[in-house]
């Protein structure tokens, strides 16, 4: 499935109950991209972000706690 905001955010992956659920990808408007789990609508689980500049931070989330 995909969802497109206003902001420019994109996400393709998983759905369930209308919420991101399982694994996707999420392209924000800045130019930044999240490849990962999630869970309810958030983040969660393990993912990598790579930012706008060329940075990348691979990282996990545990009850909406990021660990590097």
Do not use: C, T
């Not at 991101?20 to 924000?28: D, E, F, R």
């Not at 969660?44 to 500049?53: L, Q, S, V």
């Amino acid at each position: 499935g995909g969802l497109r905001r206003a902001s420019g955010d994109e996400y393709a992956g998983q759905f369930r109950y209308m919420k991101q659920y399982g694994m996707g990808v999420m392209k924000y408007g800045n130019g930044s991209v999240y490849e990962g789990e999630f869970r309810n609508g958030h983040l969660a689980g393990h993912g990598i972000m790579k930012y706008a500049n060329g940075m990348a931070h691979i990282f996990r989330v545990i009850l909406g706690d990021v660990r590097y």
